[in-house]
């Protein structure tokens, strides 16, 4: 049976299908299902390249390898041992059924599709609490094949007291049980706007989610396990691998200040707005550590490592999660010693209503915006938005968060006094007086961009 | 009235297939790479480890595809071009993907030629 996981990666299939077949046969153009048996009945060795990454006639290391070979094991929810064996063009029987969408979601936009990478259009993030199906989704390496809750572990181990490894079983009879309303946002959301461009993934405003999460608070697993005096950092490892299939080297392992660490409000979390995680958000246990980037909130997570030196893992170092010490013009060439770890993510927010390019109904002079707010590892203190291209203001109605780490709700119905083209903007400050910028504090890897949402209205 | 308007439907639902068909014809085999020197070695480089999304999303400059390379190779598994190849896959994505992202100029062109 294919593990739902997978979807991810039969959603690729389904549009190179499309893409790849469409000149040949006008009639496939109407088919809004696709198998993979027809990609691979049009043009067997074209299939394999594109899908599973096979390359018979270039690939130093044989057919199928690397993310190609995982990609297929991940597809059919089992190793291939025999990998080597199999023709070019050779479709394993699992994959009989593989069409689709990223099975779960729901309106997400597709930056990537090997490995999956989706933000959610801001006027679907409408709701107080993002469902499941809504929340965005950053991988950094191939999702793990194994996700199963019951025979799921995670070690705590380094400089510990009791090094303990647990199963989901044991945090939920060990610990207390808590749920909470929390805001995870990838560093680089909002890294489309950049110019000029900077590296990875584009994403636009949808990197950001806000859901319940339910788990053990991370601070209570640590304290039993009795942290050593010499304990500074984190370091975290998931069971995802590396895109190049290479085995044992980590996609990405972040960690975080002991401080940040003992926080009451990260959680080890194994239920997501009362189910258990998307296999996409890092099912069955991950870490959420809100108000931080969102690489800090390992998915499928296996190993938690205390540390007495600032954890180096794939991505701690270089560039990776991390901005100029200084300002920098766009498009600086900055030196990698003069990058420092991002912390705390800005004060932001974000219109969910009305969609942008909104033409209102002949007549129609009013809208109710809404949207939301939160600001790292602070809360808000007000929202304003303006139709005038920020020459006035009008203060908004904000909600307080539902607990701490909890993005914010605001709303306000605004007039506009004559037809013709607007724009909304909404503008947030924190509570230590911080407030979102116009413009982009440009760095070269394409972080923290918190400057105002913009929707377009027409009033008609 | 009707038979006009189904005249005009035919003809444009047959515009719109060749469009389509060209379209696609173009982009599927390559991924949307467009044709190049060097487009070859891009597509057999990079699409073993990732998709050629990752790629085309891209604006960077000549450096930063430099060291991109470089840190593909050094650390993130990517088997070493050689050096003639190398040399193409570079200046082919500082070609259609620098910082002022022709490709994706190009793919804005050929959308509104075709509507």
Known sequence: MLLAVLLGFKEVAARDFK????????????????????????????????????????????????????????????????????????????????????????????????????????HLLDDAVTPTSRHFIRNNGIP??????????????????????????????????????????????????????????????????CSNWTGVRYADVLKAAGLKSNVIYTAHVGADSHLSGEEGKLPISRGVPIEKAMDPNNLIAFGMNGAPLHPMNGAPLRLVIPGWPGSCSQKWIKRIWLRDQVHDGPKMTGKAYRVPEYPVAPGTKVPTEDF????????????????????????????????????????????????????????????????????????????????????????????????????????PKGYLNNSMHRVSVIVA | MTLIRGLLFLGATVCWCLAASTGYADDGEWRGLPEGDGREEVFYQCQPCHSLKLVTQQGLDHDDWKETLEWMVEEQGMPEPEPEEWLAMLEYLTRFYGRDRLAAGMEENKAAHSN
Not at chain 1, 103 to 114: A, F, M
Not at chain 1, 401 to 419: G, L
Not at chain 1, 421 to 440: G, H, L, S, V
């Open chain 1, 19 to 122: 893409e790849f077949v469409m000149p040949k046969d006008d009639t496939i153009m109407e088919t809004e299902s696709v198998n993979l048996y027809e990609l691979y009945d049009k043009d067997p060795r074209l299939a394999d390249k594109i899908i599973f990454g096979r390359t018979p006639c270039k690939n130093r290391r044989g057919f199928l390898k690397g993310a190609g070979l995982a990609t297929m094991g991940t597809m059919i929810g089992a190793a291939i041992p025999f990998s080597r064996n199999m023709p070019a063009g050779f479709v394993p029987l699992a994959l009989a059924d593989a069409h689709g969408m990223i099975e779960g979601k729901d309106g997400l936009t597709v930056l990537n599709d090997r490995p999956v990478n989706a933000e959610t259009p801001a």
């Open chain 1, 144 to 209: 793990p094949e194994d996700m199963n809750p019951e025979t799921w572990t995670l070690t705590i181990d380094g400089l510990v007291q009791n090094p303990m490894t647990l199963s989901i079983a044991d945090l939920r009879n060990n610990f207390e049980v808590v749920t909470k309303q929390l805001t995870i946002e990838c560093g680089g959301n909002g890294r489309g706007f950049f110019d000029p461009p900077a590296k990875g993934n584009q994403w636009t405003y949808g990197a950001v989610a």
């Open chain 1, 340 to 443: 420092e770890i991002i912390e705390a993510m800005p004060v932001k927010s974000l219109i969910t209503f009305p969609e942008t390019g909104t033409i209102l109904d002949e007549g129609q002079d009013t809208v109710q915006v809404r949207g939301h707010a939160w600001a790292g590892d602070d809360a808000i203190s007000s929202v304003d938005l303006s139709i005038d291209f920020g020459v006035s203001w009008i203060r908004t109605t904000l909600q307080d968060p539902a607990n701490p780490y909890a993005w914010q709700r605001f709303s306000q119905t605004v007039k506009f006094p004559e037809k013709g083209y607007y724009e909304i903007w909404a503008r947030a400050t924190d509570t230590k007086n911080r407030m979102q910028p116009f413009a982009i504090a440009w760095n």
